[in-house]
């Protein structure tokens, strides 16, 4: 009876909207995490003007080979140190 186990959840490679044909891209501004291709890890950015920026770059969408909305983290529940 499934209805009532438990499920043990392994983790799942990155739940992604693929980009073929531009379909469901992020809206303007919202926090993302995305894979280039040719790589297996995501990175953490911003949809901003039509591309995928991070920390160091940006990325056009046609580079990008998945993405996913991001957890946005609010700094007020974290302690202070």
Request: net charge negative.
């Amino acid at each position: 009876m499934l209805a009532n186990a438990v499920l043990k959840q392994e983790p799942k490679e990155m739940d992604i909207q693929p980009n073929a044909n531009y379909a469901g891209l992020p809206c303007e501004g919202q926090p993302v995490e995305f894979v280039l291709e040719g790589r297996d890890v995501p990175i953490a950015g911003t949809y901003v003007e039509q591309t995928f920026r991070s920390r160091w770059s940006g990325y056009s969408v046609e580079r990008v080979r998945a993405w996913r909305s991001a957890a946005v983290i609010d700094d007020s529940s974290r302690p202070a140190h």
